[in-house]
């Protein structure tokens, strides 16, 4: 894997890059979509390509699982898997990990754990959790970590960012393939004098990219954009920067403008099938009764195949009658919107004017950019 900083937007951190892998390069900022059991719910990989994904995320704690790593691996990888041969990032399997609760127990070696689907007990090392990810077969793979809770003791976030870091120290140390970039996973917590202890310990080991993790769980947007702010100058600006399952567009927003790269979230997906679509004016919930009888798009200023063929209140009468066609056309729009914003703010990038494409993007839902 190779990364090229191509720009910086002369007005802010925003950046634009290539990032070049053995499936094919991606342009960033980029945001992926996720495809957590070998699928993004609801769509193709031919659809996927359609709505202009370059690289989706698939989730080592559920290949684990199910089917199983090593079946994958014999079935041609992920890649042949899945009939998708762009690039793909694994993560490591910690966050689903840290989300079982009372399921697990980690110790010095790894994580032990319950299986959510029957109860089996089954048990993760960071040298075990790269070897599954080298039977995926995936372009990107994570290092194993600890996602600290939210809120937590200092001491206890203390503890758990210096096991990420002596993990991240063992997936380095254990084989992947050749073709394989493995990136470190900045912990912390939102103290951010344990974010930059966390960066720097993890740029002595070297990776080919660094990603934020402990994002998003549960603190207040106004300290994620915080910490996005104290973070940006920690990590090297020649390795991409990744922040890890955020996921709402502001959210995205504020990470390019803090000069981040890559960036994941089930919230396009998981918000299509409950109804709540993403347009340029803001959030809507279609099954709302305002929408019965509207024959006008989705989005009047979106482009996709959605709003160019279907009304609101077709939309909303399919996610009424519980309709398959519902979750489709709703995750093919929102992954649209995601993905466009993000084509939207390349450009801009690559125009010198992110400052003002972040503007327009708050002034349009009727808000203002935070301040910082």
Known sequence: MTFELIQNDPG????????????????????????TQATVKAMTPEELKEVGSQIILANTYHLYLRPGHE???????????M??????????????????????????EGVRFRSHIDGSSHFISPESSIAIQRSLGSDIIMCFDECPPYPADYSYVKRSMELTTRWARRCKDAP???????????????????RRESALSLMEIG?????????????????MHSMLQACKDFLPTDSPRYVMGIGAPEDL?????????????????????????????????????AYAEDNTPLDPECDCYVCRNYSRAYLRHLYRSKEILASRLNTWHNLHYYLNLMNG???????GRFSSFRKEFYAKMGATPPQY
């Open 71 to 81: 079946l994958v691996g014999r079935l041609g990888g992920l890649h042949g898997f």
């Open 83 to 108: 009939n998708w041969d762009r690039p793909i990032l694994t993560d490591s399997g910690g966050f689903q990990v840290f989300s079982l609760g009372e399921l697990r127990k980690i110790s010095e």
């Open 345 to 351: 703010a390349r450009k801009a990038i690559g125009e």
């Open 253 to 289: 927003i504020e990470a390019v403008y803090a000069g981040y790269d890559m960036f994941d979230c089930v919230m396009p997906t998981r918000n299509a099938r409950n109804g709540a679509l993403f347009t340029s004016a803001g959030r809507i919930n279609i099954k709302a009764g």
């Open 176 to 194: 992947r393939d050749e073709h394989q970039a493995l990136f470190g996973i900045v912990q912390g917590g939102m103290h951010p004098e344990l």
């Open 12 to 35: 802010c951190d925003a950046r634009l890059g290539s990032l070049t892998t053995s499936h094919g390069t991606i342009e960033t900022p980029i945001f992926m979509p996720v495809g």
């Open 207 to 223: 990776f080919d990219g660094y990603a934020l993790g402990g994002l998003s769980v549960g603190e207040e947007k106004g300290t």
